[in-house]
C-alpha cells in the first residue's frame, strides 16, 4: 500500500453539498534523521481547498443524507451512495467520476470495509434477510457480471450475513451493532460485536472455530458464490470472544499484526498477536499498547488509525467542542446574552512504527487540526 493523501468530507451548508477534501499524507512527517522528541504542538491549519463537490437528491422538504467510503490498493476511490440506494464513483488518481449499479438495498449508517481492490459495505446492523437473497453485505468488485454483456465493469455482489444473525434470540440486544472490522490479506474478514466476534472470507462462512456466536474463517473464499443454506447456529456454553479495537483495525503483513486504536480507552493505540490467534486458534490478544494519542480538548467522535504503508501511520479524529459565544444586546438581567457554539474538528497525527528488540516502538510526527466552520460535521473517510 502507498496511501499518499488523507480523505474527509463535509457538508456545506451555503451550498447545500458535499465537498470532499485531501491532506497529503508525507505533511504530517519529519524527515529521515529527526530526533524523537522533534514533534511539536498541535498546528491550527486551515481546511484545503474541496477537490471535489456532491449534490445530494433533495426529498420533499430536506436534502437527503450521503455517505461516503473509501477503497482502492492506494485508498483514492471514493464510492458516494445516497438514500435511494444510488450510487456513483469518483476516482481521485484518474479525476473521473462514473455511475454505479444501485446498491440492492440502501445502507443507512454503512459499515464500509476495503478489502484488496474490492469495497464491502455492511449493514451496522445485519438482518437475517435470505428471503430478500442477502441484501445485508454488498461487495463492489470489478469483473464480468454474471449473466450480462460481455465486458469487464464495477457491479454490486450479494453475500450471507455472518452465522449468528440465524439465532433464535438475534435482533434483541444492542451489542449487535457492529463496533470493529479489519480485512487480512484481502481474503479474510474479522468484525466484531461486542461481545462476540467472528472471521468471514468473502462470501463463504466455514465453522472452523467458534465461541458464542463467533465464527473463524480462514483462507480465501469464492467471490462468486453463496451457501444455499444459512450456516448452523453456533454452540453456546463457551466463553464470548471479542476484538481489542473500535472502530477499523488495520492489518500490516511484514509485522502479522492488527493495528488499530484501543476499545479499552480513549487515547490508547494497540496492536494485536494476529499469528498466534490464528495458531492456536484463539481471538486476537493485545500484543502492544501507547498512550499519549487522546483528543487534547473537547469529544471524540470518530477516531481512527490508518495504515499508509513502510511502517507510517495516521490517526485520525474528528473532535466536537463547545464555547460560550458572547452576543450584544442585555437580557432582563442587565448581563450580556451569550450562546454556546459548536466547532468541528478534525486533526490528523503522523506516526512511525519502528521495530525495537523483541517489541516496536511509536514515533510521534506532526500534528495538523482543522477547524470545519461553517461546515457541518465532518467525516473521516477510512
Known amino acids: 500500500m502507498n496511501r499518499q ?76 451512495t445516497d438514500e435511494r440506494g444510488q450510487a456513483v464513483l469518483y476516482d481521485d488518481g484518474l479525476q473521473a467520476v462514473r455511475m454505479l449499479p444501485s446498491l440492492r438495498k440502501p445502507k443507512w449508517e454503512p459499515v464500509p470495509l476495503a478489502v484488496g481492490d474490492n469495497l464491502l459495505v455492511m449493514e451496522a446492523i445485519p438482518k437475517n434477510d435470505q428471503e430478500k437473497e442477502h441484501q445485508s453485505f454488498e461487495v463492489l468488485v ?14 454490486w455482489h450479494s453475500i450471507p450475513p ?32 461486542e461481545p462476540r466476534h467472528l472471521l468471514l472470507g468473502h462470501s463463504k462462512w466455514s465453522k472452523t472455530f467458534f465461541r458464542e456466536g463467533g465464527y473463524m474463517a480462514g483462507g480465501a473464499a469464492d467471490a462468486t458464490t453463496s451457501p444455499s443454506t444459512p450456516p448452523p447456529p453456533p454452540e453456546q456454553g463457551l466463553p464470548p ?7 477499523l483495525a488495520e492489518y500490516v503483513p511484514e509485522y502479522n499484526l492488527l493495528f488499530g486504536v484501543s476499545a479499552r480507552v480513549f487515547g490508547v493505540l494497540c496492536a494485536s498477536d494476529l499469528g498466534a490467534a490464528s495458531a ?50 442585555q437580557s432582563c438581567c442587565f448581563h450580556e446574552k451569550s450562546t454556546l457554539t459548536v466547532d468541528k474538528l478534525v486533526m490528523f497525527t503522523g506516526v512511525e512504527i519502528q521495530r525495537c528488540g523483541r517489541g516496536l516502538k511509536v514515533i510521534k510526527h506532526k500534528s495538523f487540526r482543522y477547524s470545519m466552520r461553517p461546515c457541518g460535521m465532518p467525516h473521516i473517510l477510512y
Not at 456532491?54 to 476511490?77: A, D, Q, T, V, W
Not at 499519549?292 to 471524540?300: H, L
Open 142 to 155: 470489478y469483473g464480468e457480471r454474471p449473466k450480462i454483456f460481455k465486458g469487464e465493469d464495477f457491479f
Open 280 to 329: 492456536k486458534q484463539m481471538p486476537p490478544v493485545v500484543f502492544q499498547e501507547w498512550e499519549g494519542f487522546a483528543a487534547p480538548e473537547g469529544t471524540e467522535i470518530e477516531s481512527y488509525l490508518l495504515h499508509l504503508g513502510a511502517g507510517r501511520f495516521c490517526v485520525a479524529k474528528s473532535i466536537m467542542t463547545t464555547r460560550l459565544q458572547e452576543m450584544s444586546g
Open 241 to 247: 470472544l471479542s476484538l481489542p479495537f473500535k472502530g
Open 5 to 80: 493523501y488523507l480523505y474527509m468530507t463535509a457538508m456545506n451548508v451555503k451550498r447545500s453539498s458535499y465537498t470532499l477534501h485531501r491532506i497529503k499524507a508525507s505533511q504530517l512527517f519529519y524527515p529521515k534523521g529527526a530526533p524523537d522528541s522533534a514533534a511539536a504542538a498541535v498546528e491550527v491549519r486551515s481546511v484545503p481547498p474541496p477537490t471535489m463537490a456532491f449534490y445530494p437528491p433533495r426529498s420533499e422538504h430536506r436534502l437527503e443524507i450521503m455517505e461516503f467510503m473509501l477503497f482502492g490498493s492506494n485508498r483514492n476511490k471514493i464510492v458516494c
Open 162 to 193: 455472518p452465522p449468528y444473525v440465524y439465532a433464535p434470540d438475534y435482533g434483541i440486544h444492542r451489542s449487535d451493532v457492529i463496533t470493529a472490522c479489519t480485512a487480512v490479506n484481502s481474503s479474510s474478514i474479522l468484525i466484531s460485536r
